[in-house]
Antibody, heavy 118, light 107 residues
């Protein structure tokens, strides 16, 4: 059974940093693209970042230069380093697994909440 | 960036009725469009990918159609568990984008 478990969220001041983690199990982690998608309170979905099986990375313009996605295949873990945080980064951050193609997300974690506030 | 516009914003129907949700892209996305369902407090669930392919375990009452810029998600006969928010999403060009969502509510 595929499982994705996010952690690392919390309350952080504007300008601060966090590292989000996503522990994956139930599939061959190294063989699949992974993504982070966020959802601000009461709002829609925004694709934040993706990393393919080869390690190539992709970012939304809204987070480019501030967020870094990475993966540790030996630990079956996906990361998102979030820095220079702004109030508008407040959201639930979901980790998701891609189905073959990077842009189709077939399994999602339950999310971790990041709140940026002073 | 490709903008996806969903309509209507809210759809009020009764169980057993047919639901038709629309998604229009600002430029062609070929067939590279997916649909997700999200219930309150839950993560999204993949329903349809590449316009018309049902994801694993998705009931046959869910179907998708379209290509280019106009797409439709149809739920043939609504079950109580189908009332939720539905999002379309394109993977034609990075950044991948979602529509703003259609809320399907019980009439």
């Amino acid at each position: 059974e595929v499982q994705l478990l996010e952690s690392g969220g919390g309350l952080v001041q504007p300008g601060g940093s966090l590292r989000l983690s996503c522990a994956a199990s139930g599939f061959t982690f190294s063989g699949y693209a992974m993504s982070w998608v966020r959802q601000a309170p009461g709002k829609g979905l925004e694709w934040v970042s993706a990393i393919n099986a080869g390690g190539s990375t992709f970012y939304a313009d809204s987070v480019k230069g501030r967020f870094t996605i990475s993966r540790d295949n030996s630990k079956n873990t996906l990361y998102l380093q979030v820095s220079s945080l702004r109030a508008e980064d407040t959201a639930v951050y979901y980790c998701a697994k891609a189905i073959i193609a990077m842009g189709i997300l077939d399994y999602w974690g339950q999310g971790t909440l990041v709140t940026v506030s002073s | 960036e490709i903008v996806l516009t969903q309509s209507p914003a809210t759809l009020s129907l009764s169980p057993g009725e047919r639901a038709t949700l629309s998604c229009r892209a600002s430029q062609s996305v070929s067939i590279y469009l997916a649909w997700y369902q999200q219930k309150p407090g839950q993560a999204p669930r993949l329903l349809i990918y590449d316009a018309s392919n049902r994801a694993t375990g998705i009931p046959a009452r869910f179907s998708g159609s379209g290509s280019g810029t106009d797409f439709t998600l149809t739920i043939s006969s609504l079950e109580p568990e189908d009332f939720a928010v539905y999002y379309c999403q394109q993977r034609s060009n990075w950044p991948y984008t979602f529509g703003q969502g259609t809320k399907l509510e019980i009439k």
